[in-house]
């Protein structure tokens, strides 16, 4: 392969955590070697960090985009530890186990135990016995794909699959389930069934398992794992990486388009260009289906199916006195069959206790979502007024609001629809075709901050190991 004097050259595109942890990690992982590369990261704003960014206004800790992750990745924590940030993280508050469905006019906590579950006022009777019949429920004999509300009616029943997996995957994915694919958004779930014939006994089996070698197990999704951010928000993951790679990155550097010339890459920016050995495609699918397209028009129609739901976030900061109703917990969420606009609230300071002044709360209320794609139209008044109405019926918030701060994503949350599988398997072809160029980011491998960093390790691996054969 091409170099410059002995030196290949990375561009990488999009310095959201994808893009900057790519770049990160392929300069660390070369310099293992003890090898250089130059890097270049061109980003569209005038400010690094993509949606994962942190204002912190008036002592309110006011997330852009994600609010968390969990510990349950390790190679998050492996960057983290890479960084030099172990020190700086906030593991979240034990009341924040505690989580709420509004169902039937009536908020109402979610029970993990199974025997308080039953007990639980969470959903009626013979939701629940039909949930318990899951154990007997046939395995799937054909492997095809299907839909995420196919799997929960099909496995637990209707009234599992509109009353508490419409929520939680709302809660996820902003997404509607009789669209997302259950291969490409829960592949674990798919194992499960095919492994062990169903879900309950795959937990019982787990749990025997775990029993003989002493361990703990968790519930059907897994260990248990626990949200953590960083003392100042997760704005310090972006911005620590940002200084890291601050010689590397050119801000208001919007691509418009990638060519192959004479065994190089051309990336056009819209005053200059830049010639790489490599690059790295770390903003979302649809920005990348308009660059490719004089490369492969096949691809880049398939980036272009990729869609992505409306999200909008309302930051309410409220003196406690003016809510009515205890919100110790992680927040509540809310089915679509509810006549509540919001797709949930969030309960920021009892999650991470500091996220409020003393005395007061901050609320994160989230609108939008694939079912709902006319709040596009609504301006941020008219947000904020509905997340208010909202508010005063989920948790009795009685006078206005101290503060607001509004964010708004017209595109914001990458949509993982039947056929999702086959279009990145079309990107990783194309990865194959032209050794050099990368697909990373929310669009394909994970929509959390976690998928978005274990896929910058792909990139940075397929990356060194190149090096090594070039
Ligand atoms: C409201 C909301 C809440 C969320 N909550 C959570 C959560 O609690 N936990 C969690 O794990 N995840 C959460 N997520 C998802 C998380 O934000 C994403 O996984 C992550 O931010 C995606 O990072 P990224 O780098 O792929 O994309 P982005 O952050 O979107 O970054 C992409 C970058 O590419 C740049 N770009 C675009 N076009 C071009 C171009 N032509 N040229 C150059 N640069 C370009 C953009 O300006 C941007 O900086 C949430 C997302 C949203 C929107």
């Known amino acids: 392969m091409a170099h410059n004097a002995g030196r290949y050259k990375a561009v990488i595109v999009g310095a959201g955590v994808a893009g900057l942890s790519s770049a990160y990690l392929i300069r660390e992982k070369s310099r293992e070697r003890g090898s250089e590369v130059d890097i270049t990261i061109l980003e569209a704003k005038p400010y690094a960090g993509g949606s994962t960014k942190t204002d912190i206004v008036n002592g309110y800790t006011c997330e852009w985009g994600p609010n968390g992750f969990l510990?349950?990745?390790?190679?998050?924590?492996e960057l983290i530890k890479m960084l030099g940030?172990?020190?700086?993280?906030?593991?979240?508050?034990?009341?924040?186990?505690?989580?709420?469905?509004?169902?039937?006019?009536?908020?109402?906590?979610?029970?993990?135990?199974?025997?308080?579950?039953?007990?639980?006022?969470?959903?009626?009777?013979?939701?629940?016995?039909?949930?318990?019949?899951?154990?007997?429920?046939?395995?799937?004999?054909?492997?095809?794909?299907?839909?995420?509300?196919?799997?929960?009616?099909?496995?637990?029943?209707?009234g599992f699959a509109r009353y508490l997996l419409d929520p939680m995957v709302s809660g996820i994915f902003a997404g509607n389930i009789k669209e997302l694919s259950l291969k490409a958004v829960f592949p674990k779930m798919v194992e499960m069934e095919k492994e062990y014939g169903g879900l309950f006994k795959a937990m019982f089996a787990k749990?025997?398992?775990?029993?003989?070698?002493?361990?703990?197990?968790?519930?059907?999704?897994?260990?248990?794992?626990?949200?953590?951010?960083?003392?100042?928000g997760m704005g310090e993951l972006t911005e620590t990486l940002a200084e890291e790679m601050r010689d590397e990155l050119r801000l208001s550097s919007p691509v418009l388009s990638i060519r192959k010339e004479n065994g190089k890459f051309m990336i056009i920016t819209d005053n200059y260009k830049v010639e790489a050995d490599h690059v790295i495609l770390a903003c979302p699918s649809y920005e990348t289906s308009k660059m490719i397209k004089d490369i492969d028009t096949r691809v880049a129609g398939y980036l272009n199916e990729i869609k992505f739901a409306p999200v909008d976030v309302v930051c309410h900061g409220c003196k406690s006195d003016n809510v009515g109703r205890s919100v110790d917990g992680f927040g509540v969420l809310v089915p679509r069959s509810e006549r509540i606009r919001s797709l949930g609230s969030l309960w920021c300071d009892s999650i991470f206790p500091g996220q409020a002044p003393k005395g007061h709360h901050l609320f994160r209320t989230i609108l939008g979502g694939a079912c709902d794609p006319d709040i596009v139209n609504l301006n941020d008044e008219s947000l904020d007024r509905v997340a208010q109405r909202d508010l005063s019926r989920l948790i009795d918030i009685r006078n206005e609001p101290d503060f607001t701060k509004v964010f708004r994503y017209p595109r914001g949350i990458a949509q993982y629809t039947i056929g999702h599988l086959a279009r990145v398997a079309?990107?990783?072809?194309?990865?194959?075709?032209?050794?050099?160029?990368?697909f990373t980011g929310v669009s394909y491998r994970g929509v959390s901050v976690n998928g978005c960093v274990k896929d910058a390790f792909r990139v940075a691996d397929k990356?060194?190991?190149?090096?090594?054969s070039g």
Do not use: C
Request: without cysteine; proline residues 6%.
């Open 207 to 232: 749990r025997k398992e775990a029993r003989r070698n002493g361990k703990k197990a968790g519930g059907p999704a897994g260990p248990g794992a626990t949200l953590h951010t960083f003392k100042y």
């Open 463 to 468: 990356f060194r190991d190149m090096e090594r």
């Open 85 to 158: 940030m172990e020190d700086r993280l906030v593991r979240a508050n034990e009341a924040s186990s505690r989580r709420f469905i509004y169902h039937n006019g009536k908020m109402r906590e979610v029970e993990l135990n199974p025997i308080r579950f039953l007990k639980s006022d969470i959903v009626s009777l013979p939701i629940k016995l039909r949930m318990a019949l899951e154990y007997f429920v046939p395995a799937k004999k054909n492997g095809d794909d299907e839909t995420v509300y196919s799997f929960g009616k099909r496995r637990l029943g209707a």
């Open 71 to 77: 510990d349950n990745e390790p190679l998050t924590l």
């Open 426 to 438: 079309a990107t990783e072809q194309m990865e194959r075709d032209l050794p050099g160029l990368f």
